[in-house]
């Protein structure tokens, strides 16, 4: 199963965001809709990953922390640069994992 953040962020095109949880928790296609999760390489803070991707199973046991939903590629850069600044401005620096735990 998927982890997910518990208060994740969800873009303004998403609706039903509990309903396509769990599509993708059961690991169906759920098209146009992408996931932003903390990435694995430490150069990057953030990473933008279709959900579709997760259909694949070596992709879905591999998925870290999803911490935001969006619908469509545009929504989900929009996403990630509201929630860059929101980390930036409470803690004045980039460290989103220590941020969100502590959200």
């Known amino acids: 199963m998927l982890e997910w953040l518990a208060n994740y962020y969800t873009g303004d095109g998403v609706k039903n965001p509990r309903k396509i949880q769990s599509k993708i928790n059961a ?6 809709i992408y996931l932003l999760t903390l990435s ?3 150069g990057n803070l953030l990473e933008i990953i279709p959900a579709a991707m997760l259909v694949q199973k ?3 046991a ?3 922390a999803i ?3 969006a ?3 545009d929504e989900a850069i929009d996403l990630a640069v509201e929630i ?3 980390v930036y401005q409470a803690t004045g620096a980039f460290k989103v994992e220590e941020y969100l735990k502590n959200r």
Not at 27 to 32: E, I, S
């Open 58 to 60: 070596s992709a879905y």
């Open 84 to 86: 860059l600044q929101e």
């Open 27 to 32: 690991g169906k296609l759920v098209p146009g």
């Open 62 to 64: 591999l998925c870290p």
């Open 40 to 42: 694995a390489n430490p």
């Open 67 to 69: 911490m935001g939903m």
């Open 71 to 73: 619908k469509g590629k």
